[in-house]
């Protein structure tokens, strides 16, 4: 028995030696997924894409997007977490797609659009919906319009961050709305010009991830941090897939980036969570079916994403609404 329990221990730890070699095959470890589940909750009243998504009161709005019948919708669906239904609400002023919204004080803020197909009409409009008395109002607009922007808050100012204006060039615009003011000031530029991107502030500082430079096919992985003591961007690491069309959200002191398009002309499933701790990523259980152009929420303890196209460009339009969870 001695020698059978010797014997185990030496396998194990010629294992291990064999494990930690130099030249043993391993892979990086954003290749082994991480743990997490996906479910689905009630869908939407209607398959739509390029809808922007933002929560208030612990319920999730869904507002504008593409449609085939329209490109630039007016709608606002409200998703209750507690009964897992929908109902609309008064509709968004004006038509939009490819716009961004976040929530700020129990109000949701909309800002920027494209009001034409193939990303023209860059809009520089600023809407304050007030979901309590289901009222909106303008508030002063962007000093550059555009759409696919990416819209964050932090400090108490909402963060626009790159996109694509007129004549559809991508800009490296940055500018902020201070509520007590009420202005829109400019603050340093993004390091590289790109839209379909990812911001999301994690209490502190604010990450544009992701990307692209123009087409699908020129996505980038670059991943830059914006530093609101200093107003200056620094490099961070980059993200594993490069991608556009993306969601990204903070959740459990992680950033997730779900999504994207295109990579032979297929979708991203990939979902990414950058670790604010360890400034590392990993990669987490895929989405059901890959999808681009959708927004996604933190709250409680769940991650909803909402809408999106299972096809690149606009095709294949879902009212999916996708949970994800960690253990």
């Known amino acids: ?177 201070d509520p007590a003011s009420g202005k829109w000031i400019d603050l340093a530029p993004l390091p590289t010009a790109r839209d379909h991107l990812a911001v999301v502030a994690d209490g502190s500082r604010i990450h544009a991830i992701g990307g692209r430079l123009d087409a699908s096919s020129q996505n980038v992985s670059r991943h830059d941090i914006y530093n609101p003591t200093t107003n200056s961007w620094e490099l961070g690491a980059p993200l594993p897939t490069a991608r556009s069309g993306v969601s990204g959200v903070l959740y459990k002191d992680k950033i997730f980036v779900a999504g994207g398009e295109c990579r032979d002309k297929r979708t991203y499933p990939e979902f990414e969570g950058f670790d604010l701790t360890t400034s590392q990523w990993t990669a987490f259980p895929q989405l059901p079916a890959g999808r681009h152009g959708f927004g996604g929420v933190a709250v409680g303890d769940s991650l909803y994403f909402a809408g999106g196209s299972k096809e690149c460009g606009g095709g294949g339009r879902t009212n999916e609404l996708l949970v994800f969870r960690l253990p």
Not at 146 to 158: A, D, H, K, Q
Request: hydrophobic fraction near 40%.
């Open 1 to 177: 028995m001695k020698t059978t329990l010797a014997g185990a221990l030496a396998c194990l730890f010629l294992a291990l030696c064999l494990a930690c070699s130099t030249d043993a095959p391993s892979g990086p470890a954003r290749d082994i997924p991480a743990s997490g589940a996906w479910s689905a909750k009630a869908p939407m009243p209607i398959e739509i894409s390029e809808n922007t998504v933002a929560t208030a009161n612990n319920k999730i709005y869904v507002l504008g997007g593409s449609t085939p019948e329209r490109v630039d919708q007016q709608i606002n669906y409200e998703y209750d977490i507690a009964t897992d239904r929908w109902r609309t609400r008064a509709a968004v002023p004006s038509g939009i797609t490819h716009s961004a919204a976040t929530g700020l004080n129990g109000k949701i803020y909309v800002v920027g659009a494209f009001t034409q197909t193939g990303h023209g009409g860059a809009s520089n409009l600023v809407y304050e919906y007030d979901p309590v008395n289901d009222t909106w109002r303008k508030l002063p607009p962007l000093k550059t319009a555009r759409g696919s922007v990416g819209v964050t808050v932090l400090n108490g100012r909402i963060h626009a961050i790159g996109g694509r204006g007129v004549d559809k060039v991508t800009v490296t615009t940055h500018e902020a709305w």
